[in-house]
Protein backbone atom coordinates (compact mmCIF):
# COMPACT_ATOMS: atom_id res chain seq x y z
CA UNK A 1 0.00 0.00 0.00
CA UNK A 2 1.62 3.09 -1.48
CA UNK A 3 -0.54 5.90 0.59
CA UNK A 4 0.79 9.01 -0.82
CA UNK A 5 3.12 9.25 -3.77
CA UNK A 6 4.67 12.35 -4.75
CA UNK A 7 6.97 13.19 -7.72
CA UNK A 8 9.53 14.54 -7.91
CA UNK A 9 11.92 14.41 -4.82
CA UNK A 10 14.09 16.98 -5.49
CA UNK A 11 13.62 19.64 -8.17
CA UNK A 12 15.77 22.88 -8.99
CA UNK A 13 14.16 25.34 -11.21
CA UNK A 14 15.26 28.91 -12.67
CA UNK A 15 13.28 31.57 -12.41
CA UNK A 16 10.46 32.06 -14.96
CA UNK A 17 10.78 28.70 -15.28
CA UNK A 18 7.06 26.35 -14.59
CA UNK A 19 6.77 23.08 -13.40
CA UNK A 20 4.16 20.47 -12.22
CA UNK A 21 4.29 18.69 -8.72
CA UNK A 22 2.39 15.41 -9.30
CA UNK A 23 0.69 13.43 -5.98
CA UNK A 24 -1.43 10.64 -5.87
CA UNK A 25 -3.26 8.49 -3.27
CA UNK A 26 -4.56 4.86 -3.48
CA UNK A 27 -6.69 5.59 -0.30
CA UNK A 28 -9.59 5.94 -1.76
CA UNK A 29 -9.43 9.26 -0.10
CA UNK A 30 -11.76 12.15 -0.83
CA UNK A 31 -9.84 15.10 0.45
CA UNK A 32 -6.42 16.29 -1.14
CA UNK A 33 -4.44 19.32 -0.07
CA UNK A 34 -1.37 20.95 -0.53
CA UNK A 35 1.08 22.31 1.98
CA UNK A 36 4.43 24.34 1.65
CA UNK A 37 6.80 24.09 4.58
CA UNK A 38 9.43 26.94 5.66
CA UNK A 39 12.12 26.35 8.09
CA UNK A 40 10.05 28.40 11.30
CA UNK A 41 6.79 28.68 9.80
CA UNK A 42 5.33 25.28 9.99
CA UNK A 43 3.14 23.97 7.36
CA UNK A 44 0.84 26.47 5.24
CA UNK A 45 -2.11 25.08 3.40
CA UNK A 46 -1.53 26.17 -0.56
CA UNK A 47 -4.94 25.11 -1.93
CA UNK A 48 -7.20 22.07 -1.27
CA UNK A 49 -9.98 19.63 -2.61
CA UNK A 50 -12.24 18.47 -0.35
CA UNK A 51 -13.55 16.36 -3.21
CA UNK A 52 -12.90 15.29 -6.91
CA UNK A 53 -13.98 18.24 -9.09
CA UNK A 54 -13.59 20.75 -6.62
CA UNK A 55 -10.56 23.23 -5.69
CA UNK A 56 -10.36 26.11 -3.18
CA UNK A 57 -7.89 28.37 -1.58
CA UNK A 58 -5.64 27.96 1.19
CA UNK A 59 -3.67 30.44 3.30
CA UNK A 60 -0.79 30.77 0.36
CA UNK A 61 -2.66 30.24 -2.86
CA UNK A 62 -0.55 33.25 -5.13
CA UNK A 63 1.87 31.94 -7.65
CA UNK A 64 0.06 28.61 -7.66
CA UNK A 65 -2.66 26.39 -9.67
CA UNK A 66 -4.12 23.12 -8.69
CA UNK A 67 -5.53 20.41 -10.57
CA UNK A 68 -7.94 17.58 -9.46
CA UNK A 69 -7.45 15.66 -12.11
CA UNK A 70 -9.27 12.78 -10.74
CA UNK A 71 -10.55 10.75 -6.97
CA UNK A 72 -6.72 10.04 -6.76
CA UNK A 73 -4.25 12.53 -8.28
CA UNK A 74 -3.89 16.26 -7.32
CA UNK A 75 -1.17 18.23 -9.12
CA UNK A 76 0.82 21.86 -7.81
CA UNK A 77 1.43 23.78 -10.78
CA UNK A 78 3.93 26.58 -10.78
CA UNK A 79 3.60 28.90 -13.73
CA UNK A 80 6.47 31.86 -13.60
CA UNK A 81 8.69 29.96 -10.52
CA UNK A 82 9.97 32.75 -8.30
CA UNK A 83 12.81 32.06 -5.33
CA UNK A 84 10.26 33.04 -2.84
CA UNK A 85 9.10 29.44 -3.78
CA UNK A 86 12.17 27.69 -2.30
CA UNK A 87 10.27 25.15 -0.13
CA UNK A 88 9.17 21.85 0.67
CA UNK A 89 6.05 20.93 -1.11
CA UNK A 90 3.75 18.38 0.83
CA UNK A 91 0.89 16.38 -0.47
CA UNK A 92 -1.61 15.47 1.74
CA UNK A 93 -5.34 13.55 1.73
CA UNK A 94 -8.03 12.48 4.27
CA UNK A 95 -11.15 10.30 3.81
CA UNK A 96 -13.56 13.19 4.46
CA UNK A 97 -15.07 11.55 7.32
CA UNK A 98 -15.38 13.20 10.25
CA UNK A 99 -12.21 14.07 11.95
CA UNK A 100 -10.10 11.73 10.25
CA UNK A 101 -6.19 12.42 10.42
CA UNK A 102 -4.54 13.89 7.72
CA UNK A 103 -1.79 11.37 5.39
CA UNK A 104 1.58 12.94 4.22
CA UNK A 105 3.36 12.24 0.98
CA UNK A 106 7.65 12.53 1.76
CA UNK A 107 7.66 15.74 -0.22
CA UNK A 108 9.02 17.49 -2.71
CA UNK A 109 12.22 19.66 -2.45
CA UNK A 110 12.41 22.86 -4.56
CA UNK A 111 14.94 25.07 -4.82
CA UNK A 112 13.82 28.38 -7.51
CA UNK A 113 17.67 30.13 -8.19
CA UNK B 1 -8.88 31.45 14.86
CA UNK B 2 -6.78 29.16 13.91
CA UNK B 3 -3.18 29.97 15.47
CA UNK B 4 -1.07 26.97 16.76
CA UNK B 5 2.14 27.87 18.76
CA UNK B 6 4.77 25.39 20.01
CA UNK B 7 8.52 26.55 21.08
CA UNK B 8 10.87 25.97 18.22
CA UNK B 9 13.94 23.57 20.04
CA UNK B 10 14.01 20.82 23.33
CA UNK B 11 16.84 19.40 24.00
CA UNK B 12 16.92 16.20 26.09
CA UNK B 13 19.34 13.43 27.06
CA UNK B 14 18.76 9.86 26.40
CA UNK B 15 16.52 8.04 28.84
CA UNK B 16 14.84 11.61 30.25
CA UNK B 17 11.09 12.43 29.79
CA UNK B 18 10.35 15.00 27.01
CA UNK B 19 7.59 17.23 27.03
CA UNK B 20 6.10 19.22 23.94
CA UNK B 21 4.30 21.76 24.33
CA UNK B 22 1.35 23.33 22.28
CA UNK B 23 -1.31 25.85 22.63
CA UNK B 24 -4.21 26.72 20.26
CA UNK B 25 -7.12 29.52 20.38
CA UNK B 26 -9.59 27.81 18.54
CA UNK B 27 -12.49 26.37 21.24
CA UNK B 28 -14.35 24.96 18.22
CA UNK B 29 -11.51 22.06 17.83
CA UNK B 30 -12.34 18.95 17.85
CA UNK B 31 -9.22 16.88 17.25
CA UNK B 32 -5.80 17.61 18.23
CA UNK B 33 -3.27 15.62 16.70
CA UNK B 34 0.81 14.95 16.73
CA UNK B 35 2.38 14.27 13.99
CA UNK B 36 6.20 13.25 13.92
CA UNK B 37 8.83 14.64 11.16
CA UNK B 38 11.72 12.63 10.60
CA UNK B 39 14.50 14.23 8.27
CA UNK B 40 13.88 14.11 4.80
CA UNK B 41 10.43 12.48 5.20
CA UNK B 42 6.91 13.06 5.47
CA UNK B 43 4.76 13.61 8.37
CA UNK B 44 3.69 10.78 10.47
CA UNK B 45 0.61 10.77 12.65
CA UNK B 46 1.35 9.67 16.13
CA UNK B 47 -1.91 10.10 18.15
CA UNK B 48 -4.68 11.90 18.60
CA UNK B 49 -6.87 12.95 21.09
CA UNK B 50 -11.02 14.04 20.78
CA UNK B 51 -11.65 17.44 22.61
CA UNK B 52 -13.50 15.73 25.46
CA UNK B 53 -10.75 13.70 26.55
CA UNK B 54 -8.07 14.64 29.34
CA UNK B 55 -5.57 12.27 28.77
CA UNK B 56 -4.56 9.67 25.87
CA UNK B 57 -1.76 7.50 26.95
CA UNK B 58 0.03 5.07 24.17
CA UNK B 59 2.56 3.11 24.82
CA UNK B 60 6.02 5.50 25.77
CA UNK B 61 3.81 8.45 24.70
CA UNK B 62 1.15 10.87 27.00
CA UNK B 63 -0.72 12.99 25.67
CA UNK B 64 -2.31 16.29 28.01
CA UNK B 65 -5.27 18.46 27.20
CA UNK B 66 -6.45 21.21 28.96
CA UNK B 67 -8.87 22.57 27.60
CA UNK B 68 -9.47 25.83 29.92
CA UNK B 69 -6.30 26.66 29.01
CA UNK B 70 -6.04 25.61 25.53
CA UNK B 71 -3.00 23.97 25.71
CA UNK B 72 -1.82 20.74 24.40
CA UNK B 73 1.31 18.72 25.11
CA UNK B 74 2.79 15.90 24.53
CA UNK B 75 5.04 13.56 26.54
CA UNK B 76 7.73 10.95 25.72
CA UNK B 77 9.14 8.90 28.29
CA UNK B 78 12.47 7.22 28.40
CA UNK B 79 13.29 9.22 25.28
CA UNK B 80 15.91 7.60 22.37
CA UNK B 81 17.71 9.08 19.96
CA UNK B 82 15.16 7.60 17.32
CA UNK B 83 13.01 10.05 18.93
CA UNK B 84 15.22 12.80 17.41
CA UNK B 85 12.74 14.55 14.94
CA UNK B 86 10.42 17.61 14.85
CA UNK B 87 7.04 17.19 16.44
CA UNK B 88 3.80 19.25 14.63
CA UNK B 89 1.09 20.15 16.86
CA UNK B 90 -2.45 20.09 14.49
CA UNK B 91 -5.65 21.09 15.00
CA UNK B 92 -9.01 20.48 13.17
CA UNK B 93 -12.11 21.93 12.54
CA UNK B 94 -15.03 19.40 12.96
CA UNK B 95 -15.98 17.84 9.81
CA UNK B 96 -14.77 20.22 7.48
CA UNK B 97 -11.36 18.93 6.81
CA UNK B 98 -9.30 21.53 7.68
CA UNK B 99 -5.90 21.47 9.76
CA UNK B 100 -3.73 23.63 11.17
CA UNK B 101 -0.39 23.45 12.33
CA UNK B 102 1.77 24.42 14.45
CA UNK B 103 5.89 25.93 13.44
CA UNK B 104 6.54 22.39 15.02
CA UNK B 105 8.93 21.34 18.05
CA UNK B 106 12.98 20.31 17.13
CA UNK B 107 13.36 17.33 19.72
CA UNK B 108 17.34 16.69 19.93
CA UNK B 109 18.36 13.66 21.93
CA UNK B 110 21.54 13.84 23.44
CA UNK B 111 23.18 10.29 24.38
Known amino acids: NAGVTQTPKFQVLKTGQSMTLQCAQDMNHNSMYWYRQDPGMGLRLIYY???????DKGEVPNGYNVSRLNKREFSLRLESAAPSQTSVYFCASVTGEYNSPLHFGNGTRLTVT | GEDVEQSLFLSVREGDSSVINCTYTDSSSTYLYWYKQEPGAGLQLLTY?????DMKQDQRLTVLLNKKDKHLSLRIADTQTGDSAIYFC???????????FGSGTKLNVKP
Open chain 2, 90 to 100: AESMGNFNKFY
Open chain 2, 49 to 53: IFSNM
Open chain 1, 49 to 55: SASEGTT
